[in-house]
């Protein structure tokens, strides 16, 4: 089991910046590929980032590439999801999801463990 915990939500204007955190605990280990997803109201849960738990490498969705930040720090256990440039079309809940298989996926179907989500408001 993991257990993932989102924090560092809130309302902000456009063209700031926010952080996201995600701590992780229980059995992750070296092929845990921690995501993001988001999903705004009327809309399906869309993949936003993820990151291998070992190598570090990274992928983004097209929408968000050049503006968010995904990281990690394996000593805390915690990913982040560094915003910047934020939009108003990136207002939605924003989740932490934890896929043990290694591979980096972008459908949320594929993720085994999620977190409660946490709102991203960005007012005009």
């Known amino acids: 089991q993991v257990q993932l915990v989102e924090s560092g939500g809130g309302l902000v204007q456009a063209g700031v910046s926010l952080r996201l955190s995600c701590a992780a605990s229980?059995?992750?280990?070296?092929?845990?590929?921690m995501g993001w997803f988001r999903q705004a109201p009327g809309k399906e849960r869309e993949f936003v980032a993820a990151i291998s738990w070992s190598s570090g490498s990274t992928a983004y969705a097209d929408s968000v590439k050049g503006r968010f930040t995904i990281s990690k720090d394996n000593v805390k256990n915690t990913v982040y999801l560094q915003m910047d440039s934020l939009k108003p079309e990136d207002t939605a809940v924003y989740y932490c999801a934890a896929d043990r298989r290694f591979a980096i996926r972008t459908t949320a179907a594929s993720y085994d463990y999620w977190g409660q989500g946490t709102q991203v408001t960005v007012s005009s």
């Open positions: 229980g059995r992750i280990f070296s092929g845990t590929i």
